[in-house]
């Protein structure tokens, strides 16, 4: 299956969908949005990094703020930095570094995210991607990430829920669970209060109407 240039979905939806559903609802169907302390130090971050210059050290090339594609998997966005690599036959080998601002974690939002990086550079050059890293803030490290057979998987179905999630218009329900306290939606997802198939959009605007706003 192959999704035309109008069904492309932003690729860091990958990320929102798989740290709660209801939040990428929220963002990509009801055009929900509010930053935190969190959000503004990972934006400030990217900002920092997303220079759009490339540059050369030795054999190795560095472009930041790199387009990405792929009508596939039906994604497009950018990729932070995008190191090109030389292998032993000579070639340079594209190796995707993404920028987080927190700790390394357990669960894979942001190792499926890179993976579709990977995914889009090996549509869009013809030419294999087997790894790339993440480097997070916190402890200013590199972590190592692996594109196998598993993870590639779990990107790819990841992709196909994001699209079945968008085409449905339905944001889904709040679940309070410890993670939301970190989400800089909390204050407008009410998980604690909002019930089954309520839109915070009709919600605000219902406010609004009665408050006179």
């Not at 306290?181 to 089954?196: F, I, Q, R, T, Y």
Request: glycine share 8%; hydrophobic share 35%; aromatic share 6%.
């Amino acid at each position: 299956m192959g999704y035309g240039e109008d069904d492309l979905l932003p690729l860091s939806a990958l990320q929102h969908l798989l740290f709660c559903e209801r939040q990428c609802a929220l963002i990509h169907i009801e055009q929900v949005w509010s930053e935190n302390l969190f959000t503004a130090q990972g934006r400030v971050m990217h900002e920092r990094v997303d220079s759009g210059v490339a540059q050369c050290r030795n054999d190795l090339r560095i472009e930041s703020a790199v387009p990405l594609r792929s009508l596939r998997l039906g994604l497009s966005g950018k990729a932070d930095v995008v190191e090109y690599h030389r292998t032993d036959a000579g070639n340079l080998r594209p190796y995707p570094v993404e920028y987080k601002r927190g700790r390394p974690k357990k669960a894979n939002w942001d190792r499926v995210q890179l993976c579709a990086q990977a995914l889009c550079l090996e549509e869009m050059l013809h030419c294999p991607v087997p790894e790339g890293a993440l480097f997070y803030g916190k402890n200013r490290r590199r972590q190592l990430v692996l594109f196998d057979d598993r993870l590639r998987r779990e990107t790819e179905a990841a992709a196909e829920r994001l699209h079945a999630l968008i085409r449905s218009g339905i944001t889904p329900p709040a679940r309070y669970a410890k993670k939301c306290e970190s989400c800089s939606l909390m204050n407008l997802c009410m998980p604690k209060v909002a019930g089954a198939g309520k839109s915070v959009g009709r919600y605000l605007a219902r406010v609004m109407t009665e408050g006179g706003g």
